[in-house]
């Protein structure tokens, strides 16, 4: 068994927010006249392995306790992929029928998801994308958004991307194309280095990057170039030695007020009590 060691500190705490939010979302949405639909882009085995080694349930699996009418659940791993197909059909025959598995990339299958008419076909939903590095498109996002139909919540890969901003702004082109695909946009240069007011040893131009609250500040701010709902009560989930791995938001597609202000107040309540 291919089990993903992925857990951390912060993993419980992503989950019970994740459960927590879909809990209200199935509950506050049941009488109205919707079908309910939870997408893990990133779905995994099934299951993850802590740190200690207690292995726990992954977001997919803890889903399927919700009453949703349909399951899209993405894994390009074909192991972990067989993980997870044989996990739901051995645990949870009663929901099988409602899962849609895809052994696909998922860039591949979030291009496509705003294809389909959300709001004419009375379809609402939750997406959930935990990717462990840098391999969602900041495009996706956009394809989310045009769906007016989704919350999402994001576990954007903070220290991968950190890592890959320099101090001093020497960043080669590779590291460049793939800072460009998270963000969406190259104008991150020049929000986050700003001109210093020393010269360098060679009387060359020096810059500095914003620290870890800047750097959030511009997660937030693209984000908010995309959504209508943001809530900027982003929380950064740290490692036992208290650095900052990743950045978990919530974002809304849906631009009516009413569902506008009922998902941020949830939102916001379960990002501060993290």
Request: aromatic share 12%.
């Amino acid at each position: 068994m291919k089990s993903q060691e992925f857990g951390g500190v912060w993993t419980e705490a992503k989950l019970k927010v994740i459960e927590s939010y879909l809990d209200f979302y199935t509950v506050a949405l049941k009488k109205q006249n919707f079908k309910l639909c939870y997408i893990d882009a990133f779905a995994g085995s099934g299951k993850i392995e802590l740190n200690d080694g207690t292995v726990v349930d992954g977001s997919a699996i803890r889903a399927l306790k919700y009453n949703f009418d349909n399951f899209l659940f993405a894994e390009k791993d074909p192991q972990i992929f067989t993980e997870l197909e044989n996990r739901i059909k051995n645990d949870f025959a009663d929901v099988a029928k409602k899962v849609t598995l895809k052994n696909e990339d998922c860039n591949e299958v979030l291009m496509a998801i705003d294809r389909k008419d959300w709001i004419d076909q009375r379809w609402r939903g939750v997406i959930f994308l935990d990717p462990f590095a840098m391999q969602l498109s900041w495009t996706c996002l956009e394809k989310i958004s045009n769906t007016k139909a989704l919350d999402v919540w994001y576990l954007f890969p903070f220290s991968a991307v950190n890592r890959n901003l320099y101090k001093n702004k020497m960043i080669p082109e590779a590291n460049k194309k793939k800072i460009n695909k998270v963000f969406g946009t190259s104008d991150w240069e020049r929000a986050i280095y700003k001109e210093s007011s020393q010269l360098t040893l060679f009387n060359h131009l020096d810059y500095e990057k914003e620290d870890t609250e800047g750097l959030k500040n511009y997660i937030l701010e693209r984000l908010r170039s995309v959504f209508p709902t943001v809530s900027d009560k982003a929380v950064l989930l740290r490692n036992v030695k208290n650095s900052p791995c990743f950045l978990l938001c919530f974002a809304g597609s849906n631009p009516s007020l009413k569902a506008k202000e009922l998902s941020l107040k949830v939102a916001d309540y379960l990002l501060n009590n993290i």
